[in-house]
């Protein structure tokens, strides 16, 4: 998984499989946190966020866990299909400003058919 | 609606010459921001506005200038171009609800090359 600070690790999955891409944050009083997809040439492409306030929340084939205790951050993607190979980041609001988010370096998820 | 729209696509300058990124939104998103992206750095915050006529500074500002005359236009401008500002460029816009940046929309990307 990855951590913001890392060089970009990778995690490669065959087509149907679920896929966990994980992200470890550093700063406690980050409060809101968002997953975005990246595929070669495009700009970045929301896919799910989540507030302090909650655990987990679900979107259409996703799942974004939260441990605030240890302050980590998952990404679970559902049947991944060929369609899901990407660079995946989460990103925080960090120090609490909404208008700040940090980035963490992403995760390269390949999916082979 | 276009969305965020970015040009050029693609750019190369010389050292010491400048130029201005063009960012556009057609969905009247009142927030909008620029970051940079290095390999194996993510994406750095350079400048941002919350509104027409409020500019203010992110994660690595110097070198970069930003203008906010309209909702819809936030130009990036380089005073003077340095090889370490070689970089993919995008712009992002979002609706700024109270409390949060909401869904931050990006654009396409510039890719730039300072030799």
């Known amino acids: 998984g990855e951590s913001v600070g890392l060089h970009l690790p990778t995690l490669s999955v065959q087509e149907g499989d679920n896929s966990i891409i994980n992200c470890a944050y550093s700063n406690s009083a980050s409060d809101y946190f968002i997953w975005y997809k990246q595929e070669s040439g495009k700009g970045p492409q929301f896919i799910i966020d989540?507030?302090?306030?909650?655990d987990k929340r679900q979107g259409q084939r996703v799942t974004v866990l939260l441990n605030k205790t240890v302050k980590h951050l998952s990404l679970q993607i559902a049947a991944t299909q060929p369609g899901d190979s990407a660079v995946y980041f989460c990103a925080e609001n960090s120090g609490g400003s909404n208008y700040k988010l940090t980035f963490g370096k992403g995760t390269l998820l390949t999916v082979n058919p | 609606n276009a969305g965020v729209t970015q040009t050029p696509k693609f750019q190369v300058l010389k050292t010491g010459q400048s130029m201005t990124l063009q960012c556009a939104q057609d969905?009247?998103?009142?927030?909008m921001s620029w970051y940079r992206q290095d390999p194996g750095m993510g994406l750095r915050l350079i400048h941002y506005?919350?509104?027409?006529?409020?500019?203010d500074q992110g994660e690595v500002p110097n070198g970069y200038n930003v203008s906010r005359s309209t909702t819809e236009d936030f130009p990036l401008r380089l005073l003077s171009a340095a090889p370490s500002q070689t970089s993919v460029y995008f712009c992002?816009?979002?609706?700024?609800?109270?409390?949060?940046?909401?869904?931050?929309?990006f654009g396409p990307g510039t890719r730039l090359t300072v030799l």
């Open positions: 506005s919350v509104g027409a006529g409020i500019t």
């Open positions: 992002a816009s979002s609706i700024s609800l109270a409390g949060g940046v909401d869904t931050q929309y």
């Open positions: 989540i507030r302090s306030n909650m």
């Open positions: 969905m009247n998103h009142e927030y």
